[in-house]
C-alpha cells in the first residue's frame, strides 16, 4: 500500500503504531500490535472497537513509508526512527518524503506540493486552491505527475486521496488549517523554520540570497529552485526563472521575516536581487540576502 | 494643452459667503442659485387636504391662497433639513405684497434675537409696544442662573400654582423644592445654567438645541445633592435624593455607552430604570417658561398683548399678518405663549373678542424632539404640518425626504459648487437681471472651462456642472459617512453637506496646487471616522509605498472617499484609463498624489457607489453582498432597539448602535477602530471571535490532547488583552498585526462576497498566519496552565492519568501487572466491573488508593478516552487508539513503580480533574512499593497467625477438632463462655459454604508459598502485585479470624473445666472427678496440641 492509499492510515494513528513498536522494543507481533491500537473496551456495556481494516492500513502506511518493516509475521520498527515525540517523528517522514526519487510511489506527496507551488506561480496566488473543486484540483495536480499508477491500480493523486494527502501536508507544516474553507491554506513557514533550524546555516551573518534559497531548496526541494520543483516545472514545460519567487515560497519568506526569523536585506545599491512575487501590501519586494536571526519557530 | 485642472477654479471668500449663508436680506441671488427644490415631505394636519402636491409650490399655493383667514403651519425636520430654507423660500416668493409678511430667521438662536428680530421687522408704528414686554434684570450669569433655581424650587411647590399644575400630587410626595433649593445644589448643579446659556443662544451654536431639563441634567443634579442628607430636609425628600442617585448610575452607563437623554427617555426598557429622573424632568420644564420669562425680562401676556395690538391694527387696515418662524426653539421660555397666538383663529373665536384680530398666517419650524413635547391642545390646532424626512423607529432620528435620492444629492452639491465658482457678486448680479426675467439660468462658469472635457470625464459633472474636485461617488461616499447620531443630531441633511462635506474641501482652495489636498479639514467629527478607516490591504499598501505621514494620510483621505476603501486593485476604466481603488489615474495627477496602483489593470471595474439610504430593514447576522455596489429592493435595516437593558444596574447597557449597517460591517468597523486608536467595542463578541478561532486549531499541533485542550480552552479563558484582567490562566492575545488582519480576515471573507482574486489572497494569507501565530499563542498559554517540568517540557496528563487508572485496576484485581500491554489498556479503558481483589481485606494503603480514586476514576476515564482516541479526520467515532503516550507511560509504570512525576505547582489547572489527578499522585509519590510491601506483610502476618493456630493441622481439621472440643465441653458445662460459643458456631456456620468451594485449600496453598522456596512470591513489584492482588486475603483474614476465635473459646472452656473441678471436691467421689476431668481435659489439649 502507498502511503496515499492507505486512506484510514492517518499520521497520529502511525504514530501511535510506532510508539507501541518502540515501548516494545522494536519488534512486536503483527496480532499483538493491532491489539495495541485496538484492544477493544467496555463502555457503558458495549465493546467499543474499531475494524481491522484501520490498522492494516495504518499498518500500510507505515510500511510504506519505511517506518516499519514486516518479517514474517513480526513487525519491526526502522531503527533511524527517532521515536520520541512526534514532531521528531515528522521531522522523519518529510526527510523520507524528500529523499523519494520521483519513480517511487510515495514521492507523490511532495511532487503534488511542487506542482501547487508551481500551479501558485501561474495563478498569481494561491485563492485557487480554496476555488478549485476537488475533481479539478486532483486532475490537475495528476497531469503534473510522471506517468506511473499507485500499487492500487489507480492514478497517484485522485479525490479520494486528497484527504489522506492533506492530513501528511498538515502534519509536515506544509498546509494551516484556516476557518471557512473545506481546504487547508497551503503555508510552508513552519517547515521552513524548522528545516532553517535544522540546515548548516550560520545565524547571525548575511547569507546571499542565492546561497540561501539554493540551500532551503535542498531541504525543502518542492518548492523553488528545489529537484521536484524544476522536475515538475519540465514535465509542464514551464521555466520560471529563478529570479523571481513563487508566491507560494514569497509568503513563506515574508512571513518568516515578519515574524523575526530570518531578515530579508535589500541594500540600495544592491545589484542582483531576487524579486518576492508582488504583494504591494508589503514593504519587501525583493532582496539580496538573509540573515538566520537564531529566533527559529 | 493639459485638459485637466491644476488649481482651484473658485475663491475661499466666496465659499465662505455661499455655504454660511444664514441672512437672507442681500443674498437672495445666492439663495435662488442654491436652492434646491424641497420635494417628497409627508403632510398633515386638520387642513391637509388643501396642500394639492407634495412640493414647495403646492405648499405655497395652498396658504398664500387669497381666502384663506387662518394657518398654523409647522414644518418639521431635524435640524439643518431644510426648515428654515422652505420658510425663507415661502418669504421670498410669497405672491401678496398687501400682506405683512415677518420672517423671523433663526439668527443667534436666543429669544432676545428673536424678539429683536420681530421689532425691527414689525411695521415702525409697532415698536412701542415692545416697552411693554417686561425688563431684563441687571444680574450676572451666575445670578440669573440663581434666579432662574430659586424661581423652579419655588414653582415646584405643591401649593404654588392656582389651579395646580397636573404633578401636584408628585410634587407633595417628593417634595422637590427643598431638594432644588438646597444650597449645596444651588452650587453645584450645572442645569439652569446650560437652560439659560441655550435660551441666550450659546453663542450662537445652538443649532436648534432645545432648552429643556433632560436626564443629563438630572443626573447632575443627584451628583450635587450628596449634602443634602443629614441635612435637615423631610426624609422623602431625602428618599428622592436616594432614587436620584441611583438612577443617575443607570443614566450615567448608558450615556457612556453613547445614548442621547433623549433616547434614554424613551426607550421602554431604559425609561423604566429612571422613571423618577424623567418625572422629575417633566416637572421643571413644565415650570421652565414661568421660571425663565422673569429672569429674562419678557412676559408672556406682555407678548400676547403686542400681537392682538398688531391684528387688531392690521383687522381695521384690511391686511394679513404672515409670520414665518424658522425656528420655535428661538422662542423657549415664551412659546407657549407665542403658539397661543399662532392659534388663535380670529374666524373662531369671536366671543371673547378675538374677531376684530386680522387673519393670522404662521409658518413655524420645528424640530421632531420639540414636536414630541408640544402639548396636545397645540397639536390638535395644527392646521398644516409638512414633515420634512421621517424616522424608522420610535427614538430614530429623522432623515430628510429630499436628500433620499442620488441625483437630487449630488444637485444638492452642483448647485453650490456652480454657485462658489462664480462667487457672490456675480451672483447678486444674477439675482438682479432675475427680477426682469425670470427665465434667466445661473450662470456656471464650466460651460467656458478649458479644462471642462478632461475635469468632467475623470470628476464627473451633474447637469453640466463639474463636480471637481470631488467625483460622484466621493460625495455619495461623504454622504454616507455622516454621523446620524451625534449627541441626538444627525449631520444626514443639507446643512450638514454644506458643512460638513463641502465646506471643509472648499474653504482651501489653494490646498489643491499645492498639493496638499484634501485637507485634514475633512476629517472632520461630522464623518464618522469609520469611513476614513481603510482595509488592511489598502492601508498596508500605503504604508508600504508613499512616503511621509502627512502624504500617507493625505493618500488615505483620498482613496477612502474618492476610491473604495474595501479594495486595493488596480482596474482598467472603460475609459482606458487606469484606476487604483477606483480613483481614476488623473484624479492622482490632479491631487499630486504618487500613483500607487500597478502599471497594469488586473481586475474587473469597480461597481458604482450609491450611499445606502437609511431606510428599509435588513436582518442582521447576515453578509450581505459588497458594500460597493448598489443595493437594490429593501434598504438597510435600522438596528433601533438597544441592548437588553441593565438589570439592577450591574450589567451595562450596550453601545448605542449606528443604524443601516449590517452586523459583519458593524464588525469590520470596529476592527478598524481598534487597530486606529486602541479602543474595542464590544470586547465580548470579539473575545467569542477569538475563541472560535482558537477551536479552528487541532490541539495535537500543539501538543495537547482534545480534552485537555477543550477544558483549557474555553469561552471564559479566551480574552483580548486589555478586554479581562491580565491573569495566568487567560489564553490572550494583543494588539498586534498579525491579530488587526486576521481577524478582518475572518470578517471580510464572510462579509465581502465579491472581493478580488488578491483580496482574497490577502485575507486568506493573514487567516493562516493567524492561526499559526494562534497555535504558537495557545502552545504558551498550556504551558502556563499545565506548568513546565524541570526538563523544560510541557507536562502532559495523559501519562499520570494512565497509570493511575492502571495502578487501581492493579488493586482492584481486574488486570495483572504482568499481562500483555492491550490488556492493560482495556482494563484502563474500561468500565469497572466489581473488583476480585477482596479490596475490604487489604491494608490500609491499599484500601486508601482504591478509596481516594473512587469519586473520580469514572471522570478520569472519560477524559483518557477522549486523548486517546484517535478517530479518521473529524469522524464521530472512538476508531483506533493514539498510545503513543499512554504506551510508555504503562511500561514506566511497570518498570518503576512509580507514577510519573507532576509539576510542584502552588496554583490550580482550573480543570478539576487534572487538578485531583496532580494531588492524588502527588500524595502517592514514591508510596506504590510501599502500599505492596505493607500488603504483603500483612498477609504474611496473617497466614503465619493461622499457621500457628492451626499447630500442624489442616484448616478444616482444626477448626472442626475445636467445634468437636466445644460441643464436648457445652454438653456437660452449658454455662460456660456462652457468649463465645454462639459467636463460634456463627462463624463457622459462615466459613461452612467456603470450605464447599475449596477456601481452604487456596488459603493453605499460599501458606505453604511462605513456607516453602519453591512457590515463594515473587520478588519483583509487577509479578508481586499480580501474585498478592490474586491471594486469597478475605479466607485468609476470615479463617485466621475463625482460628483465633476457636482459641480464645477452648481457653475460656479450660478454664471453666477446671473451676467445675475445684468445686465439684467434696461433694463428688475422687475418681469420678478424675473421670470427667480427664475427659475435658483431652478434649481441650486435642485441641491445643499439648
Known amino acids: ?297 | 494643452m493639459n485638459d485637466m485642472p491644476n488649481k482651484a477654479c473658485w475663491r475661499a471668500e466666496d465659499v465662505s459667503t455661499i455655504l454660511n449663508n444664514e441672512a437672507l436680506e442681500g443674498h437672495e441671488g445666492v439663495f435662488l442659485a442654491t436652492h434646491t427644490p424641497i420635494i417628497g415631505f409627508d403632510v398633515l394636519g386638520s387642513h391637509a387636504g388643501e396642500i394639492e402636491g407634495r412640493d414647495e409650490h403646492a405648499v405655497l399655493s395652498a396658504l398664500s391662497d387669497p381666502g384663506r383667514r387662518h394657518a398654523f403651519c409647522v414644518v418639521q425636520g431635524e435640524p439643518g433639513s431644510g426648515k428654515s430654507h422652505l420658510i425663507r423660500w415661502l418669504s421670498v416668493n410669497w405672491p401678496w405684497p398687501n400682506d405683512v409678511k415677518l420672517l423671523l430667521q433663526r439668527a443667534d438662536g436666543s429669544l432676545e434675537g428673536a424678539l429683536r428680530q420681530l421689532q425691527d421687522r414689525l411695521p415702525p408704528e409697532f415698536k412701542e409696544l415692545f416697552d411693554n414686554l417686561g425688563q431684563r434684570h441687571r444680574a450676572t450669569v451666575r445670578g440669573r442662573a440663581n434666579n432662574f433655581l430659586t424661581n423652579l424650587a419655588n414653582a415646584l411647590d405643591p401649593d404654588h400654582f392656582d389651579p395646580p399644575l397636573e404633578d401636584v400630587e408628585w410634587c407633595r410626595t417628593h417634595n422637590p423644592t427643598d431638594l432644588i433649593a438646597h444650597r449645596e445644589v444651588r452650587q453645584k448643579w450645572n442645569g439652569p445654567s446650560r437652560i439659560l446659556r441655550l435660551l441666550e443662544g450659546a453663542n450662537q451654536e445652538r443649532n436648534s438645541a432645545s432648552a429643556s431639563f433632560d436626564l443629563f441634567d438630572i443626573e447632575d443634579l443627584a451628583n450635587a445633592c450628596h449634602g443634602v442628607y443629614g441635612s435637615g430636609v423631610l426624609p422623602r425628600t431625602e428618599m428622592l435624593a436616594q432614587r436620584l442617585t441611583k438612577e443617575a448610575q443607570v443614566i450615567r452607563e448608558y450615556r457612556q455607552n453613547g445614548w442621547s437623554a433623549e433616547e434614554i427617555e424613551t426607550a421602554p426598557e431604559a425609561k423604566a430604570q429612571v422613571r423618577v429622573s424623567i418625572e422629575l424632568a417633566a416637572a421643571l420644564n413644565r415650570r421652565r417658561n414661568d421660571a425663565i420669562q422673569n429672569v429674562l425680562g419678557v412676559s408672556a401676556e406682555g407678548l400676547k398683548r403686542l400681537f392682538r395690538q398688531v391684528r387688531e391694527e392690521l383687522a381695521l387696515r384690511g391686511q394679513r399678518l404672515v409670520l414665518l418662524l424658522e425656528d420655535i426653539t428661538s422662542w423657549e421660555g415664551v412659546d407657549d405663549s407665542l403658539i397661543d397666538v399662532l392659534v388663535t383663529n380670529a374666524e373662531t373665536r369671536g366671543s371673547d373678542g378675538d374677531r376684530d384680530m386680522c387673519p393670522l398666517i404662521s409658518v413655524v419650524g420645528v424640530t421632531p424632539a420639540y414636536y414630541q413635547k408640544l402639548h396636545g391642545n397645540y397639536r390638535g390646532r395644527i392646521t398644516h404640518e409638512l414633515r420634512l424626512g421621517a424616522a424608522q423607529h420610535d427614538g430614530d432620528l429623522q432623515d430628510v425626504a429630499t436628500l433620499r435620492d442620488r441625483t437630487l444629492r449630488l444637485s444638492f452639491a452642483a448647485r453650490y459648487l456652480a454657485a462658489v465658482r462664480i462667487g457672490a457678486a456675480a451672483l447678486k448680479d444674477w439675482r438682479e437681471r432675475r427680477r426682469e426675467d425670470p427665465y434667466v439660468e445661473v450662470p456656471n462658469r464650466c460651460e467656458t472651462c478649458s479644462h471642462r472635457p478632461g475635469c468632467h470625464a475623470v470628476f464627473g459633472a451633474q447637469s453640466g456642472v463639474g463636480l471637481f474636485p470631488f467625483t460622484a461617488d466621493a460625495l455619495e461616499r461623504m454622504f454616507s459617512a455622516l454621523n446620524e447620531r451625534d449627541n441626538g443630531m444627525t449631520w444626514k441633511t443639507p446643512r450638514g453637506i454644506l458643512q460638513a462635506i463641502l465646506g471643509p474641501n472648499l474653504s482651501q482652495p489653494l490646498a489643491i496646487e499645492k498639493g496638499a489636498f484634501p485637507t485634514l479639514l475633512l476629517e472632520n467629527q461630522a464623518l464618522s471616522a469609520d469611513s476614513r478607516r481603510l482595509s488592511r490591504r489598502l492601508s498596508q499598501q500605503i504604508d508600504a509605498a508613499v512616503e511621509g505621514e502627512n502624504e500617507r494620510s493625505r493618500m488615505r483621505r483620498t482613496l477612502a472617499y474618492w476610491g473604495d476603501k474595501e479594495r486595493a486593485d488596480t482596474t482598467l476604466l472603460e475609459s482606458g484609463e487606469l484606476a487604483f481603488s477606483g480613483v481614476p489615474h488623473r484624479i492622482f495627477d490632479t491631487f499630486q498624489l504618487p500613483w500607487i496602483g500597478d502599471s497594469v489593470g488586473t481586475s474587473p471595474t469597480v461597481a458604482p457607489i450609491v450611499a445606502p439610504d437609511p431606510q428599509p430593514a435588513e436582518p442582521i447576522n447576515e453578509a450581505p453582498a459588497s458594500p460597493a455596489k448598489p443595493k437594490e429592493g429593501p434598504r438597510p435595516s435600522t438596528i433601533t432597539g438597544p441592548a437588553p437593558a441593565p438589570k439592577g444596574g450591574n450589567v451595562p447597557p450596550s453601545r448605542r448602535r449606528t443604524p443601516t449597517k449590517s452586523e459583519l460591517e458593524r464588525l469590520r468597523d470596529q476592527l478598524r477602530k481598534w487597530a486606529d486608536t486602541g479602543e474595542l467595542d464590544e470586547p465580548t463578541e470579539w473575545n467569542k471571535t477569538l475563541y472560535s478561532l482558537v477551536q479552528a486549531i487541532d490541539p495535537r499541533r500543539v501538543g495537547l490532547d482534545p480534552f485537555t485542550f477543550r477544558r483549557l480552552v474555553t469561552t471564559e479563558r479566551v480574552k483580548i488583552e486589555g478586554t479581562a484582567p491580565g491573569q495566568r490562566n487567560y489564553f490572550s492575545v494583543k494588539l498586534e498585526s498579525w491579530v488587526i488582519n486576521g481577524f478582518e480576515a475572518h470578517v471580510a471573507l464572510r462579509l465581502d462576497k465579491d472581493m478580488s482574486v488578491r483580496d482574497q489572497e490577502f485575507h486568506r494569507q493573514n487567516l493562516a498566519t493567524m492561526m499559526r501565530r494562534l497555535e504558537r499563542t495557545l502552545s504558551e498559554y498550556a504551558d502556563k496552565r499545565l506548568s513546565l517540568m524541570p526538563d523544560g517540557k510541557r507536562w502532559t496528563p495523559l501519562p499520570s492519568l494512565v497509570q493511575l487508572l492502571l495502578f487501581r485496576a492493579w488493586l482492584r484485581g481486574t488486570v495483572s501487572p504482568d499481562a500483555p500491554p492491550p490488556a492493560q489498556l482495556r482494563a484502563i479503558l474500561s468500565d469497572e466491573s466489581e473488583a476480585t481483589s477482596d479490596p475490604l481485606s487489604r491494608s490500609t494503603p491499599w484500601q486508601e488508593f482504591l478509596n481516594k480514586t473512587h469519586p473520580w476514576h469514572e471522570r478520569f476515564r472519560d477524559a483518557t478516552r477522549e486523548m486517546m482516541r484517535a478517530p479518521q479526520g473529524d469522524g464521530q467515532g472512538f476508531g483506533l487508539l493514539d498510545v503513543s503516550v499512554a504506551a510508555g507511560a504503562i511500561t514506566r509504570l511497570r518498570n518503576t513503580f512509580k507514577f510519573d512525576s507532576v509539576p510542584k505547582s502552588d496554583s490550580d489547572i482550573g480543570v478539576s480533574e487534572l487538578d485531583r489527578l496532580r494531588e492524588i499522585v502527588a500524595d502517592t509519590e514514591g508510596s506504590l512499593s510501599r502500599i505492596i510491601q505493607i500488603e504483603m506483610a500483612q498477609i504474611r502476618g496473617r497466614s503465619d497467625a493461622l499457621v500457628t493456630n492451626l499447630r500442624g493441622h489442616s484448616i478444616r481439621s482444626h477448626l472442626y477438632r475445636v467445634d468437636q472440643a466445644v460441643d464436648g465441653v457445652f454438653h456437660h458445662l452449658p454455662n460456660a463462655a456462652p457468649d463465645l460459643v454462639r459467636q463460634w458456631k456463627a462463624q463457622l456456620d459462615r466459613l461452612k459454604p467456603r470450605f464447599e468451594a475449596g477456601a481452604d485449600a487456596r488459603v493453605e496453598e499460599l501458606m505453604m508459598a511462605f513456607a516453602d522456596e519453591d512457590s515463594a512470591p515473587p520478588k519483583r513489584n509487577a509479578p508481586l502485585l499480580g501474585w498478592l492482588a490474586e491471594a486469597p486475603a478475605r479466607d485468609l483474614n476470615d479463617f485466621r479470624s475463625a482460628a483465633q476465635v476457636g482459641e480464645d473459646l477452648t481457653t475460656n472452656l479450660l478454664e471453666a473445666v477446671r473451676d467445675c473441678v475445684r468445686e465439684g471436691r467434696g461433694t463428688a467421689s475422687l475418681d469420678d472427678i478424675k473421670s470427667v476431668g480427664h475427659l475435658f481435659r483431652n478434649a481441650v489439649q486435642s485441641v491445643h496440641g499439648n
Not at chain 1, 43 to 71: I, Y
Not at chain 1, 227 to 245: E, I, L, N, Y
Open chain 1, 1 to 297: 500500500m502507498s502511503l496515499l492509499s492507505s486512506t484510514q492510515g492517518t499520521p497520529d494513528r502511525v504514530w501511535s503504531l510506532i510508539s507501541a513498536l518502540s515501548v516494545s522494543g522494536g519488534a512486536l507481533d503483527r496480532a499483538t500490535a493491532a491489539e495495541w491500537l485496538n484492544p477493544g473496551f467496555v463502555q457503558n456495556g458495549s465493546v467499543v472497537q474499531e475494524k481491522q481494516d484501520a490498522f492494516l492500513q495504518t499498518l500500510g502506511a507505515a510500511t510504506s513509508l519505511g517506518a516499519v518493516t514486516a518479517d514474517g509475521k513480526t513487525l519491526v520498527l526502522n531503527p533511524s526512527l527517532d521515536a520520541r515525540e512526534f514532531p521528531a517523528f515528522c521531522d522523519w517522514v518529510h526527510d523520507r518524503l524528500v529523499d523519494l526519487d520521483s519513480g517511487e510511489k510515495d514521492a507523490v506527496v511532495l511532487e503534488t506540493y511542487a506542482w501547487l507551488a508551481l500551479q501558485s506561480l501561474q495563478e498569481g496566488g494561491l485563492s485557487w486552491v480554496h476555488d478549485w473543486t476537488a475533481s479539478k484540483f486532483a486532475d490537475a495536480a495528476d497531469g503534473a505527475l510522471p506517468d506511473a499508477t499507485d500499487d492500487d491500480g489507480s492514478r497517484r493523486i485522485n479525490t479520494s486521496k486528497l484527504s489522506t494527502w492533506r492530513r501528511w501536508l498538515l502534519a509536515l507544516g506544509l498546509l494551516v488549517p484556516i476557518p471557512f474553507s473545506a481546504q487547508p491554506h497551503p503555508a510552508a513557514e513552519s517547515r521552513a523554520a524548522l528545516e532553517l533550524r535544522r540546515a548548516n546555516l550560520p545565524t547571525g551573518a548575511e547569507i546571499d540570497a542565492d546561497r540561501f534559497l539554493d540551500e532551503l531548496a535542498v531541504r525543502l526541494p518542492y518548492l523553488d529552485r528545489g529537484r521536484m520543483f524544476t522536475a515538475t516545472a519540465k514535465r509542464m514545460g514551464h521555466a520560471p526563472t529563478s529570479a523571481k519567487v513563487s508566491p507560494l515560497l514569497s509568503a513563506t519568506l515574508r512571513n518568516l521575516h515578519d515574524e523575526g526569523i530570518i531578515e530579508l536585506k535589500l541594500r540600495g545599491d544592491a545589484g542582483q536581487v531576487v524579486r518576492l512575487f508582488e504583494d504591494s501590501s508589503h514593504r519587501l519586494q525583493a532582496f539580496h540576502g538573509v540573515v538566520l536571526t537564531g529566533a527559529f519557530a
